[in-house]
């Protein structure tokens, strides 16, 4: 079948520029079109992989985008095989954190990434500017502790000018969060996460390996005064170290506008996880049910990660975000990138690309797309399960982006 530049949807990339990258990185049926390079990277938007997409307007060079985006309902490049549409992306700004959450990072702590392999405010705007073209409306900055990035406000404002994105969120620990609140939601900050696995002072000391509740209750309250509803606490639960506090957490829901989340505890690199320390959903519902047993569950979004719960009456509300008993792997919407500029399309998955290796050595954003479009759509069905996950080699926590 003859192929002609003006029938068929296709990538246009310059022979000497995208043709090694294509090859090693997609699944593209080629041919030589004038002096152009023909590729379609197959990204699985529908299961018939193999069939080349007519259309109606001419394909030119530096006019692909447009053409996609009337073919398609959603970019090709952050559409898996199984169809689910990644428009939300979380980004590490480092590695760094002022707590050493047990959970998060190793005892003896972990071996930072050189400076000049953290991807750098240009390319981190770079990655951010391409995803939202792509479709991303939301975003999340998380760390390490990301409020501890001397450039945050300027990256949240520079975030703010993309056009398409909706909403910036922030999940921070929260200790410098209450002075530096007001320039956060004056860069364009929608959304906050405050990590908080304690209500008490000598617990959370034992938990995070350092001193500072008073200063995470004090973010959270002034997150409330300056109108941010729900705040959104997010608690991980362990026994034999906070289970015993869930009835406790959900009573600040009575009064407060807060949105506490009661996480699973997930296994990562020398976090020392095992199954007995884990408190299923289940399990935590029971409890908080034994108190309050009129807890009615609430409509949710289909990608939202957490299942939602509210005691009629209350001001605030709960969730259970349930990785390891339940998985929501089916309506993930999520893409991460590391403060190393490592793409990982899965939480739990150890496979990575390194976008910012690509950015280094002169890639165009073509060349990027389809990139990111062939690590997308090797992205798996599901996670691999809990006991599996525990064995599998995996970044710490705070290396990912928690």
Known sequence: MALNCNTFSRIIFGAHTAAEACVKFCRPVQQACGRYQMCRWYSGVTHEENRLEEVREPVVPGGHRRVLKDVLPFSQFLTDSFGRRHNYLRISLTEKCNLRCQYCMPQDGVKLTPRSQLLTTHELLTVARLFVQEGVNKIRITGGEPLIRPDILHIIAELRKLEGLKTIAVTTNGMNLAKILPDLKKAGVDLLNISLDTLVPAKFEFITRRKGFHKVMEGIERAIEMGYNPVKVNCVVMRGLNEDELVDFVSLTERKPLDVRFIEYMPFNGNRWNFKMMVSYQEMLDCIKQKWPNLQPLPGEETDTAKAFQIPGFQGQMGFITSMSDHFC??????????????????????????????????????????????VGRKKKQHAGMLNISKMKNRPMILIGG
């Open 330 to 375: 089916g309506s993930c919407n999520r893409l991460r990138i590391t403060a190393d500029g490592n793409l990982k399309v899965c939480l739990f998955g150890n496979a990575e690309v390194s976008l910012r290796d690509f950015l280094r050595s002169g890639a165009t954003e073509k060349e990027l797309l389809h990139i990111i479009g062939a690590a």
